[in-house]
DNA sequence: CACGCCGTGCCGCGTCACGGCACGGAAGGA
DNA sequence: TCCTTCCGTGCCGTGACGCGGCACGGCGTG
């Protein structure tokens, strides 16, 4: 089915581009125009784009993409933001909603802080699970090779040695945390949520300037975060 | 291409009952189970599925539709966000941003109230334009027939006469207002952000449980969401 | 006026999607 | 234990339809 591959890689670049018209989607794509202009048609037949204000010619996703999108990980975050909201109260800081997926951990839900210097991400955003409090979160309870570990920052931690104990040290006190070691001036603790087969199904966390999180504030954070966790993986049994 | 229809229908199909099997997507969509199973492959394949939680043959979506949903509008959004905190921080209540998509506003960003009694209304949803608070700001900047007004409350306008003073009233003041016209517990207003050619391109709201507005606030509320969708507004100039 | 680029539409070729069918396995009931 | 049912998977002959080169008209530019 090497239409549909084609169809949603149009998709996917109508999306990143938009708007944007056939031809410079073909030239992007390597594709013919007239492969390029079927697939529209048939997108645009099927719902999920639309021309851009007016102009024809120009193509842009509509919120059929949201709207699928959102069903995503429903249960889930459902069973989360309660939790998550109660996080918020308790802290006034940012809280994080992660899932695990490839080499990554992808944000699905978030709550922000009320104060003015905040960390802002954007949802499907993805972070490395070497470098952010919910990927080694997650790390910790995954069994995996632990190589290809780039640096961002000056504290990422890229020796496999020096990971695996600091897994460890995850697994011992509940939750990660994580300074600065993708952005040095982010820090976090985060904390896993298992499923009934003990693998990581998500991770929840609280995020803060640098600034904000000195070592007492950082314990009573990663307290909170790890009941806060332990809470959902007891409602997913 | 009528295979890429049938494999958004699966994507789609998935996104809403996921975790799901190739058995029960064919009979639900009508289609053949060899059908289905190519598509799922394709999709597979092509990233925006994988198998769900150890069992190799349930299926569900991967954040490959958060990632390419969460580009949608984004320089709209982008400029919104800020006049949005402004307008959380200032009456401690829940911001929405919507779109007019078709007949209908959908939403695509908010930020939520402190408060234990809130509004939460999922990204994606589609309210309709006669009954809801963004729907009439837009509805208001709109030249377009006023027939089909289905009553959801005792409240919803269901005469095109009385709705077609309503938004003359809504283009007198710059906002329009909600009593309960779509749930009757929830009240809201809202003004539209316009394009350059005076089009409307989005609309913002402020939405409270009903208890929580009574006609002085309405008025602050409005006063407040009229000047936040004007300051955008003018920055899309 | 010529040129380049745009989006659109046509059409013959040949590929590949269609869908009926069979198979092996798991689950469950008699 | 055997039988039935439903599951997911894979095969294969047929023919529909997607492929992509090409031409056309429109538009802005040199």
Redesign the pocket.
């Known amino acids: ?4 591959v ?1 169809a949603l890689r149009v998709l996917e670049e109508v999306s990143a581009r938009q708007p944007v ?4 989607l073909a ?1 992007e794509l390597g ?5 390029v ?4 048609r048939t997108l645009h037949d099927a719902g999920w784009i639309r021309p851009a204000g007016g102009e ?3 193509w842009q996703v509509t919120s059929k993409l949201l709207q699928v999108a959102r069903r995503t990980e429903l249960g889930l975050r459902d069973a989360a933001v309660p939790v998550m909201e109660e996080l918020r109260q308790q802290t006034g800081e940012t809280v994080h909603l992660m899932v695990p997926e490839g080499e990554a951990v992808v944000l699905i839900e978030r709550l922000e802080t009320d104060k003015p210097l905040r960390i802002v991400l954007p949802l499907g955003i993805r972070l490395p699970l070497h470098a952010s409090a919910n990927g080694k979160a997650v790390l910790a309870h995954l069994d995996r090779p632990l190589d290809e570990l780039p640096a961002y920052t000056g504290t990422t931690i890229v020796d496999g040695e020096a990971l695996r104990a600091e897994l460890a040290a995850v697994r011992a006190r509940g939750y990660a945390d994580n300074r600065g070691e993708w952005r040095s001036d982010i820090a976090a603790v985060a904390s896993a949520i298992l499923g009934a087969d003990g693998s990581p199904v998500a991770s929840i966390s609280i995020s803060t300037p640098a600034s904000r999180m000195p070592d007492d504030l950082r314990a009573a954070y990663g307290a909170l975060v790890t009941r806060a966790a332990r809470t959902l993986t007891g409602s997913l049994g």
């Open positions: 089915m090497q239409n549909v084609t018209g056939v031809g410079e030239r594709l013919p125009k007239s492969t202009q079927r697939s529209l024809v010619t120009r």
